[in-house]
């Protein structure tokens, strides 16, 4: 049972920058892979990046790719998303998922855990 906060979102100018925190309770934090996910108004929820519970291993969505940075912290039970070069389409609810796995997903369902989001704004 893991319990995800996510935290750090806000409104930015275009071309700026957010860093986002998923921070999660529990003793077996080490044992989960961990994804980002987010959700525009009238969009479908889709896949940001994702890390695998050693950090051996990222992925990203073409959308993001070279503009953000997902890294974790398991001595510190956290998970960050550092977002640069901002852009107006990159405006939406932003939200950390975690699932018991050695490997990563870009799946929403194969995710088990979910925090309730952060917003972001990017205004032009």
């Known amino acids: 049972q893991v319990q995800l906060v996510e935290s750090g979102g806000g409104l930015v100018q275009a071309g700026g920058s957010l860093r986002l925190s998923c921070a999660a309770s529990g003793r077996t934090f080490w044992n989960y892979a961990v994804g980002w996910f987010r959700q525009a108004p009238g969009k479908e929820r889709e896949f940001v990046a994702a890390?695998?519970?050693?950090?051996?291993?990222?992925d990203y969505a073409d959308s993001v790719k070279g503009r953000v940075t997902i890294s974790r912290d398991n001595a510190k039970n956290t998970v960050y998303l550092q977002m640069n070069s901002l852009k107006p389409e990159d405006t939406a609810v932003y939200y950390c998922a975690a699932r018991v796995s050695s490997g990563i997903s870009n799946v929403q369902t194969s995710y088990d855990y979910w925090g309730q989001g952060t917003q972001v704004t990017v205004s032009s």
């Open positions: 890390i695998s519970r050693s950090s051996s291993i990222t």
